[in-house]
Nanobody, 122 residues
Framework: QVQLVESGGGLVQAGDSLRLSCAAS????????MGWFRQAPGKEREFVAAISWIGGSTYYADSVKGRFTISRENAETLYLQMNSLKPEDTAVYYC????????????????WGQGTQVTVSS
């Protein structure tokens, strides 16, 4: 059974940092790209960042570029370092995995975690 489990969310103040983690299990993810998405109340789930299966290539949404860093410790462990957090970053953050190349397209991702809440107060 494939599982993606996120952790590390919480309540922080604007300007603070958080690091999200995602642990994948149940199959080999060595040929899978992985990504982070987020969904704020009343909004659609949006792309945040993606990383290639090798981990050498990354891709960010413009809204987080320069503040967030996606990394991959191994094929099954994903991180999102979030610095200089803003109230508009408040959302449930999801990790996801897809075979092959990176993508910002939500529908291309095969596996999803349950999400972790990030709340940034002003």
């Amino acid at each position: 059974q494939v599982q993606l489990v996120e952790s590390g969310g919480g309540l922080v103040q604007a300007g603070d940092s958080l690091r999200l983690s995602c642990a994948a299990s149940g199959r080999t993810f060595s040929s899978y790209a992985m990504g982070w998405f987020r969904q704020a109340p009343g909004k659609e789930r949006e792309f945040v960042a993606a990383i290639s299966w090798i981990g050498g290539s990354t891709y960010y949404a413009d809204s987080v570029k320069g503040r967030f860093t996606i990394s991959r410790e191994n094929a099954e462990t994903l991180y999102l370092q979030m610095n200089s957090l803003k109230p508009e970053d408040t959302a449930v953050y999801y990790c996801a995995a897809k075979p092959g190349l990176m993508s910002r397209q939500r529908l291309q991702y095969t596996y999803w975690g349950q999400g972790t809440q990030v709340t940034v107060s002003s």
